[in-house]
């Protein structure tokens, strides 16, 4: 079993509409919880990031985790197409610099 | 501009050959690091690098090397390239010292060997 699980999609949906992306895991260790995204031909970008438990909000994305089932989620408000890309979870301990990557979902959003 | 440059972006070589992918960073971050990524693998760790001279395996070691001589500076080296190496290539820079969750990753590198 992977310590980190996503589903790799391909998700497609209309544009303006609200997306969730999803990740679980396995190691009750994860403290840190980020999302990167990558758009085709580039190198992974951080989106956002969470410590813990709960919620954070930026602008149209909004992060979640919750840590006693171990899932967590990316939501995206009024989706764009600038927003297709693929989006991967990935997890860390604390006090560590190693990062565990989910697969990846691939997002399309079309006009 | 901060960023972290990757070369060759694409290089199509022969088993056996070896090759070296340079990675250098602009922003004196201690921490680097080299990923591979294949379709239903994601992100797989190679080796890491915490500091100059620091160098430790990650999760796919086998049949790569690395050196840190410069901070700056943290090349991959396929001393013998197999056809199972073929893949793609990242390099990543953090800051180190517990939360370096923003990694900073090149352009990638598209390896196939023959």
């Known amino acids: 079993q992977k310590e980190v699980e996503q589903d790799p999609g391909p998700l497609s949906v209309p544009e303006g509409a609200i997306v969730s992306l999803n990740c679980t895991y396995s190691n009750s260790a994860f403290q840190y919880f980020m999302w990167y995204r990558q758009y085709s031909r580039k190198g992974p970008e951080l989106l956002m990031y969470t410590y813990s438990s709960g919620n954070k909000e930026d602008g149209r994305f909004t992060a979640q985790v919750d840590k006693s089932s171990k899932y967590i989620s990316l939501f995206i408000r009024d989706s764009q197409p600038s927003d297709s890309a693929t989006y991967l979870c990935a997890c860390s301990e604390y006090n560590t610099d190693k990062l565990i990557f989910g697969t990846g979902t691939r997002l399309q959003v079309f006009p | 501009e901060a960023q972290v440059t990757q070369n060759p972006r694409y290089l199509i070589t022969v088993t056996g050959k070896k090759l070296t992918v340079t990675c250098s960073q602009n922003m004196n971050h201690e921490y680097m690091s080299w990923y591979r990524q294949d379709p239903g693998l994601g992100l797989r760790q190679i080796y890491y690098?915490?500091?100059?001279?620091?160098?430790d395996k990650g999760d796919v070691p086998e049949g790569y090397k690395v050196s840190r001589k410069e901070k700056r500076n943290f090349p991959l080296i396929l001393e013998s390239p197999s056809p199972n190496q073929t893949s793609l290539y990242f390099c990543?820079?953090?800051?180190?010292?517990?939360?370096?969750?923003?990694?900073?990753f090149g352009p990638g590198t598209r390896l196939t060997v023959t």
């Open positions: 690098s915490m500091n100059v001279e620091v160098t």
């Open positions: 990543a820079s953090s800051y180190t010292g517990g939360i370096s969750y923003e990694q900073y």
